[in-house]
């Protein structure tokens, strides 16, 4: 008679065990989103980087990430915030600019024009603070706009002249992370910093400057780890390293000069966009396209010119009312001179984003992730998926998929390498374990 009390604790145990929520609220692990710009796949691999070496063994690296294009900053990292690719957020370059008035704006300035910004793409800031979440944004791209008239919760904001190598500066930011995690109980940052682009495109990425400045970069990944311990956020922070595009060496023969074409005049043009890398935007005056484009479509045998609704659909790029008629790029190592050379840089990027010396790192670690597991190479638009589900929110429409990235997390069904047998984290295993216990002091009463 003892047996039917005993199955109805034991149906109670289960049914307590399914009811407690995964990851109740209080216990929502934090999030902390790190970009080191212009970081090349293989930087690591000239240089001695023990804290990144640790963080890799201690839980995810991918092989390598393959950004959006065009590989720019200010798009790319638009890509890791929304999840889409260019041609769906809108962002399709560096600078701000008008065709019909032919205004350009630089880097700096165009990072406070809400219009560039806000083309119904929303940001990861704003989709988490709709959802009860409080979020800060530390120099990074698209951080100063504002979005449906919302913007982050807390921000830093770089000024105009700016020495995006000071390391103390590097530190200093650390720090303001920390105390918007512990003191403003923040859940999501995302912190942006600028090199090693900078010293790749002034020394170039086979540089000693630039193999430097992986060494200082090294040291601030050991300087923010060392932080998250003292913060006692180890347990409750999941932390990604990740950058928006590579490097590439620039070639200074056989250069491209638009103006030195042959039967090519700017006088053709009423808009243009040049002397930015490798890649051009070209408005032609009415009637002048068909002959812009047939005297420049093989005028270099490493420049690609393109009708906007002829460029390749690979690269998700020119289907925005915002590419111009005409669109230009060059191979692997070539930057586009206008009308004189004014791009001096001995590194640049920008270039397909299938080029290998255009692919960046994404690195993982932290209660969510396994541990020692190195996964095969993805696109970067599938970043936003895994950021929103490390917070526990829902996404905005979006080009990227979580099945992507979820053999990285813990308790995946893809159990991956080494790290498979890590336990759950302790939100996790609480409905299991109460679970357990209640039908482990229910058994001996079934029999």
């Not at 086979?206 to 400045?213: I, L």
Request: with cysteine.
């Amino acid at each position: 008679m003892k047996m039917l009390p005993s199955l109805g604790l034991l149906f109670a145990a289960l049914s307590l065990a399914r009811c407690v929520p995964l990851q109740q609220a209080p216990n929502r692990s934090k999030l902390l989103l790190v970009s080191f710009d212009g970081f090349r796949w293989n930087y690591d691999q000239d240089v001695d980087t023990p804290y990144l070496d640790t963080m890799a063994a201690e839980g995810v690296k991918a092989k390598y990430m393959t950004p959006a294009f065009i590989t720019l900053t200010s798009p790319c990292h638009f890509t890791l915030l929304t999840g889409r690719y260019l041609e769906n957020h809108g962002v399709v370059h560096n600078m701000w600019f008008n065709t019909t008035t032919g205004v350009k704006l630089p880097y700096y300035t165009t990072q406070g024009i809400s219009s560039w910004w806000d083309n119904g793409s929303l940001p990861i800031w704003i989709t988490a603070q709709r959802q009860g979440l409080k979020t800060g944004s530390i120099y990074f791209p698209g951080g100063k706009a504002k979005y449906q008239g919302e913007e982050v919760n807390k921000k830093l904001v770089e000024p105009a002249i700016f020495n995006y190598s000071n390391e103390t500066n590097w530190r200093q930011n650390i720090d303001t992370v920390m105390e918007w995690f512990t003191v403003d109980n923040l859940d999501f940052i995302a912190l942006y910093f600028g090199e090693p682009d900078s010293s790749g495109h002034k020394f170039g990425p086979e540089s000693t400057e630039r193999k430097n400045m992986i060494e200082q970069v090294d040291r601030t990944v050991g300087y923010l780890r060392q932080r998250i311990r003292e913060s006692d956020l180890e347990s409750n922070l999941n932390l990604i390293i990740t950058s928006d595009h590579g490097m590439d060496t620039v070639i200074k023969t056989n250069e491209i000069l638009i103006r030195t074409i042959n039967n090519f005049t700017f006088q053709d043009i009423d808009f243009e966009l040049l002397d930015y890398g490798p890649n051009g935007l070209l408005v032609p005056k009415e009637g002048r396209l068909e002959h812009v484009y047939s005297v420049l479509k093989n005028a270099h045998p490493n420049l690609h010119v393109y009708k906007k609704e002829e460029f390749p659909k690979k690269f998700h790029y020119a289907n925005h009312p915002r590419i111009t008629p005409l669109v230009l790029y060059s191979d692997p190592g070539y930057v586009i001179h206008g009308r004189i050379k004014v791009q001096f840089n001995k590194g640049e990027h920008g270039f397909d984003n299938e080029d290998m010396n255009m692919k960046t790192i994404f690195r993982a670690v932290g209660p969510a992730f396994k541990k020692g597991l190195v996964v095969e190479p993805f696109e970067s638009v599938n970043v936003y998926a895994l950021l929103c589900e490390l917070l526990g929110i829902t996404p905005e429409p979006h080009d990227g998929s979580l099945e992507v990235t979820k053999p990285m997390l813990r308790g995946s069904e893809d159990t991956g390498s080494e790290g498979s047998g890590a336990p759950l984290p302790p939100a996790k295993n609480l409905p299991l374990m109460l679970g357990l216990a209640l039908v482990l002091g229910c058994w001996g009463g079934v029999f």
